[in-house]
Structures are given as C-alpha cells and as structure tokens.
C-alpha cells in the first residue's frame, strides 16, 4: 500500500438560479506533494460547469489514492459518470463517515507499514515468535478477508460469465418462425474489449538453437525473494454465514439469480446491479487484508514468521533474466524466427457505475 499522504474532497454544486444544492458529488484527491488544495481543484473543475462548485468535505490521510479508490468501488452503485456520483443527503453522510473511518485506520497503521517496508529488503533469520492474542487477531482478519475476496472473485467471473454469454447471442431472431434468444441490451452494463493477437517469443527454443546469444542477453543479479504465507487452521470456521452475514445475505441472492437466468429473462440489470455491490466488498476486503498483512510482517522484523500463523521468509536469491526487449532490437530476424501470433481474446469488462436509472 502506497502511504502518499493527501486530501480525499468531497465537491457538491449550487444551482445559479434556484440556489439549490444538487445530489451530484464529485471524490477526487489531492496529494500533499501536489501545489495545489482541493479548493484548487473544485476551481479547476468549475470551468464548463453552469452550477457553482464548492468544497463540502476535506478528509485527510495518507494512503489517499488508495482512500480514493475504495471509496469509489464501495460507492459504485451510486456512481455515475467518473468521480461523480449521486447522493441524497442521508448517503452523502455516511459517504463521509466511510472515508473518515478509512482515513483513521490508515493512520493507526501507518506505523505498521512502516516497519514492515523497512524490513521487506532485509535477510530473515530462521528463528519464528511465539503468537500474541494481537497477532491472532490478526491472523483472523487475513483469513476472514482472504475467504471474502475468495467468494467475490468467484460471483464476478459467474456474472462475467453471463454477460460474454449475452454478448455473443445474435442481435435479431435467426428467423421469423423459430425466434429464439437475442442479444440484450448489454452496453449499458458492461463493454466488450478485443484484444488484438500479440507476438509471442519461443525463449525455450531459442535458449536451445542459440545457447551463446541466450547467454549474452541474460541479466544475472543478486536480490531478496520475499516470501509471505499463512497457516490456515483445519478446524476454522471462515464461511461467510459466520464471518460477514452481510456479504453472505448478497452473495446467498447472486446465485439464486444465476440460477434462474436464462437469455432473454432481463435479469443482466439486476446482475449488474448486484455486481457493483460484491465491487464494493471485495475492495473492503482487499484494504482489511493489506493492513492484516502489514501487522503481521511488523511484528515478525526479522524473524521467518510466527508460529502456527504466517512464514515471511526473506532470501538472498542469484536470479537470472533474459531480456528479450534488447535482443528482439539487436536481432530482430532471429527473433522473428521464434515468434508466433497469439489469438486474440475477448473480455467482458464491468461498467463500475449506475448510470441508467434511478435508484429505488
């Protein structure tokens, strides 16, 4: 986690004419390197704005940009165009509220990442710490996080899934008669990314018709492999019925949905809806874990880990590197030789914003 202190703002606009004040809020960041405050910035992003912009809310904290993006992934489903998003009072309150609790916690850990950064570069002794009921607390919010991205990660690829699915039904009945599924109206929810073929180099095949070149363009250095593991109890129980009801409740609806749609049941709005939610709780999840991770790696130093929880070995590796990018410039036809064009894929990206109708 990057710890570049900021200003995570808050900007709403007046009405020139009514005097009213809109439900449209834009989050946006300063850092504190940058010359310029969030007033700055609310003037900067006045021009071409009929309605009077004006700073609502200034929270401070390091780690801002990473403030910044999980207030936008947390408040997805209000979002929609950029960092716009809109609020009526009572959840602009408690947008607030969010990014002020996140600001604390990251101030309460700052120290942690601290001194986990500072022994990240250094060899680990072989000796383990004995837990602390602290360390244990943390050991639960790692495991408790990481079965919560688990179950996140998994709704989103079955979503996502859906969605490629929709996509490649044809945009009208094949025929008059037999009709069958066509295509929704996806764009509103998701967009479809072509990626285009790439050149792939066959570097175990060229290592073995030129050993000598392979050799003159591989890299060798000296460099710490860090490696962090943790111990996950047999007798634990981390379902999410136990350890987040919440997310259980959301994830226990996705899959009845799922399991009831079928191409032309118009239930993609409601997917996508729900989508924009499990946005929100992996990214929640996501912060708890690196802040987990940074205490664990504090208290460990320079000790191999904490026994029964976590290893976080750290080793003096020789590695080497073949860099393709400067022999591919220096021998481009022999290069050409081992290169093949890859297909070309497709993906299926989420439109991380609720921008088609009113919310209920």
């Known amino acids: 986690m990057k710890l570049t202190p900021g200003e995570l703002y808050f900007v709403r606009e007046t009405d020139v004419l009514t005097n009213e004040i809109s439900n449209y809020v834009k989050i946006g960041l300063v850092r504190e390197e940058e010359s310029r405050t969030s007033q700055d910035r609310a003037l900067e992003h006045q021009t071409g704005n009929p309605r009077t912009l004006h700073v609502d809310t200034v929270v401070k904290s390091p ?7 999980i207030m936008h ?10 960092e716009w998003f809109n609020f009526t009072p009572a959840e602009l309150a408690e947008a607030i509220s969010i990014a002020q609790d996140l600001a604390e916690e990251a101030n309460a850990n700052v120290g942690k990442f601290a001194i ?3 022994f990240k570069n250094k060899v680990s002794q072989k000796s383990l710490i004995q837990p602390t009921p602290e360390i244990l607390t943390w050991h639960g919010v790692l495991l408790a996080s990481e ?11 079955e979503i996502r899934e859906i969605f490629r699915n929709a996509h490649a039904q044809p945009k009208t009945p094949t025929s008059v008669v037999d009709g069958g599924p066509v295509r929704e109206d996806i764009e509103k929810y998701a967009t479809v990314q072509e990626r285009k073929a790439s050149l792939q180099f066959d570097q175990a095949s060229f290592q073995i018709a030129h050993p000598d070149l392979f050799v003159q363009f591989t890299n060798t250095k000296s460099r710490i492999a860090p490696s962090f593991t943790i111990t996950r109890p047999k007798d634990l129980d981390l379902s999410l019925e136990v350890i987040d009801r919440q997310l259980f409740i959301l994830t ?14 118009a239930l993609l709005e409601l997917l996508h809806t729900k989508s924009l939610q499990l946005i929100g709780h992996n990214a929640r999840a996501s912060w708890d874990k690196e802040i987990a991770q940074a205490n664990l790696k504090a208290f460990c130093k320079d000790a ?19 860099d393709e990018k400067a022999f591919v410039s220096a021998f481009p036809d022999i290069a050409k030789e081992f290169s093949t064009v890859g297909e070309g894929t497709q993906a299926i990206v989420m439109k991380r914003k609720r921008a088609y109708i009113p919310r209920k």
């Open 73 to 82: 992934h947390l408040l997805a489903e209000n979002r929609i165009s950029g």
């Open 304 to 322: 191999a880990g904490v026994v029964d929880v976590c290893k976080w070995t750290r080793t003096l590796k020789e590695t080497k590197t073949f």
């Open 116 to 118: 986990a950064d500072s």
């Open 147 to 157: 079965a919560k991205i688990k179950k996140c990660t998994a709704i989103d690829s």
């Open 252 to 265: 226990s609806e996705v899959e009845t949905i799922l399991g009831s749609y079928s191409p032309g049941s």
């Open 63 to 69: 780690a801002i940009s990473e403030i910044e993006n």
